[in-house]
C-alpha cells in the first residue's frame, strides 16, 4: 500500500500569517495516465471533508486562491498564504492513483 | 445542486448486518465511479470501497473484505454498502463520495455503531 506521511500533524498559525503541510507519498504517484492524482481535503468542524485541491494544484471552484498546491518528486505541499480564522479544522491529501486509495494521518490547524 | 444523502445507519451488535444507501442527485449518477470513506470517532479518514460506473469493477479495503459488498442502481441513482459480520472497530462515520481518483463530492455522513 502506498503510505502517505503528512507533517506536522499539528499546526498553530496565527492569523494573516503563511503556513504549510507536507505529504510524502512512499512511491511515485504518477498514474499511467499521466496525471498525478494527488488531492487535499480540508474538514471543518462538525463538518463533512471537502476536497480543496484535485492533481496536485489544481483549486476546486470557490476555494480562496489563498490555497495553493505544490510538488517535488514524492513529497507534496499544501499552502495557505494567510491563514484566516474560517481555515481552522484538520487537512488530509489523499493519493488517488493506486489500489488502496490512501489519506495522510491529517494536520489539525488552529489559532494561536 | 450536486448532492448525496446517506442513510440507514444506526447501533448494531457486533456480527450483526447493516445496508447503507446514498442517493445521488444533481449530476449523471452513471457516469462516476462511487466510494465509501469511513471516519472512525475521533480519527482519521479511511477509505473503504469503491464501485465503477457501470457496477462491473469493486474495491475493497482488506479490512472489510470479505464481509462488505457495494453496489449500485443506476436506475434509482443510488449507491449502497451492504456490511455483514460487523465488528467493533467498524464503528464510524460512513461517507458516500463521488469519483474514484479525485472524490470532489462527500455526503454529510452516516453514523454506524457497533456495540452490544
Known amino acids: 500500500d502506498v503510505v502517505m506521511t503528512q507533517s506536522p500533524l499539528s499546526l498553530p498559525v496565527t492569523l494573516g500569517q503563511p503556513a504549510s503541510i507536507s505529504c510524502r507519498s512512499s512511491?511515485?504517484?504518477?498514474?499511467?495516465?499521466?496525471?498525478?492524482?494527488l488531492n487535499w481535503f480540508q474538514q471543518r468542524p462538525g463538518q463533512s471533508p471537502r476536497r480543496l485541491i484535485s492533481?496536485?494544484?489544481n483549486r476546486d471552484s470557490g476555494v480562496p486562491d489563498r490555497f495553493s498546491g505544490s510538488e517535488s518528486g514524492t513529497d507534496f505541499t499544501l499552502k495557505i498564504s494567510r491563514v484566516e480564522a474560517e481555515d481552522v479544522g484538520v487537512y488530509y491529501c489523499?493519493?488517488?492513483?493506486?489500489?488502496?486509495?490512501?489519506f495522510g494521518q491529517g494536520t489539525k490547524v488552529e489559532i494561536k | 445542486e450536486v448532492q448525496l444523502l446517506e442513510s440507514g445507519g444506526g447501533l448494531v451488535q457486533p456480527g450483526g448486518s447493516l445496508r447503507l444507501s446514498c442517493a445521488a442527485s444533481?449530476?449523471?449518477?452513471?457516469?462516476?465511479?462511487m466510494n465509501w470513506v469511513r471516519q472512525a470517532p475521533g480519527k482519521g479518514l479511511e477509505w473503504v470501497s469503491t464501485?465503477?460506473?457501470?457496477?462491473?469493477?469493486?474495491y475493497f479495503a482488506d479490512s472489510v473484505k470479505g464481509r462488505f459488498t457495494i453496489s449500485r442502481d443506476n436506475s434509482k441513482n443510488t449507491l449502497y454498502l451492504q456490511m455483514n459480520s460487523l465488528r467493533a472497530e467498524d464503528t464510524a462515520v460512513y461517507y458516500c463520495?463521488?469519483?474514484?481518483?479525485?472524490?470532489?463530492?462527500w455526503g454529510q455522513g452516516t453514523t454506524v455503531t457497533v456495540s452490544s
Open positions: 464501485v465503477g460506473n457501470t457496477d462491473a469493477t469493486t
Open positions: 463520495v463521488r469519483g474514484a481518483s479525485g472524490m470532489d463530492v
Open positions: 512511491q511515485s504517484l504518477v498514474h499511467s495516465d499521466g496525471n498525478t492524482y
Open positions: 489523499m493519493q488517488g492513483t493506486h489500489w488502496p486509495r490512501t
Open positions: 444533481g449530476f449523471t449518477f452513471s457516469n462516476y465511479a
Open positions: 492533481k496536485v494544484s
